[in-house]
């Protein structure tokens, strides 16, 4: 499986933009790059997820390089709600042994009043 | 529309015991997932069901686990003769059909076992 490559952590203010980066160099031409995140004490969620266009949600923004080796996870105005570990997964674009993340790390995300 | 229920959230077994861990998809969901969380660890993948199936189980322990999606009812994941290592949050999630992986896991809150 392609691996992913993140920050263990980082800081931001509190109503400030957020990016989050991950490199994914080995990366595949049917492989999606999914977001999620794990809020303290509780289950992952998803965020977001791409395979080249940048993408938008309610929750984030992910940028995708031209390349695909690497993405940005952008939160706009970041709250401390936001403060949680967020990982960067690659999914294989096939129906079939695909269907398990495979959680990295991840980058816990640290929000400052 | 409910989400993905867990339930007990907490559980506390002796070693020796047997732990029994129950994840409701959400409705409409055919595809359970289980994941365990060691302390300070990242999730893991343990075992992927569909109904009355097992599709995958390579994250799975190769002795003291099993995991069962019935036609009714909620998957569950057993532990039997339960050992400190294996005090965890044990998180489910649940997706509609495979999706070429586009599909989204929806989790639950977890349950945390407690191994005395």
């Known amino acids: 499986d392609a691996k992913t490559t993140q920050p263990n952590s980082m800081e931001s203010n509190e109503e400030e933009p957020v990016h989050l980066p991950c490199n994914h160099s080995?990366?595949?031409?049917?492989?999606?790059i999914h977001w999620y995140r794990q809020l303290p004490s509780q289950g992952p969620e998803y965020v977001i997820h791409?395979?080249?266009s940048n993408v938008n949600n309610r929750m984030a923004s992910l940028a995708i390089a031209e390349d695909r080796k690497s993405s940005t996870l952008i939160l706009h105005r970041a709250t401390l709600r936001d403060a949680a570990v967020y990982y960067c997964?690659?999914?294989?674009?096939?129906?079939?042994?695909?269907?398990?993340?495979?959680f990295g790390t991840g980058t816990r995300l640290t929000i400052i009043p | 529309n409910a989400g993905v229920m867990q339930n007990p959230r907490h559980l506390v077994r002796r070693r020796g015991q047997e732990a029994r861990l129950r994840c409701s998809p959400m409705k409409g969901h055919s595809h359970v997932y289980w994941y365990r969380q060691l302390p300070e660890e990242g999730l893991k993948f343990m075992v992927y069901l569909q109904k009355e199936n097992i599709i995958d189980e390579s994250g799975m322990p190769k002795e003291r686990f099993s995991a069962e999606f019935p036609k009714e009812g909620p998957s569950i994941l057993r532990i039997q003769q339960v050992v400190r290592g294996d005090s965890a949050a044990y998180f489910c999630?649940?997706?509609?059909?495979?999706?070429?992986?586009?599909?989204?896991?929806?989790f639950g809150p977890g349950t945390r076992l407690t191994v005395l």
């Open positions: 791409g395979l080249t």
């Open positions: 080995t990366i595949s031409g049917t492989d999606y």
């Open positions: 997964i690659l999914r294989y674009g096939s129906n079939f042994g695909n269907e398990k993340l495979t």
């Open positions: 999630a649940s997706s509609p059909l495979p999706a070429g992986g586009t599909d989204t896991q929806y």
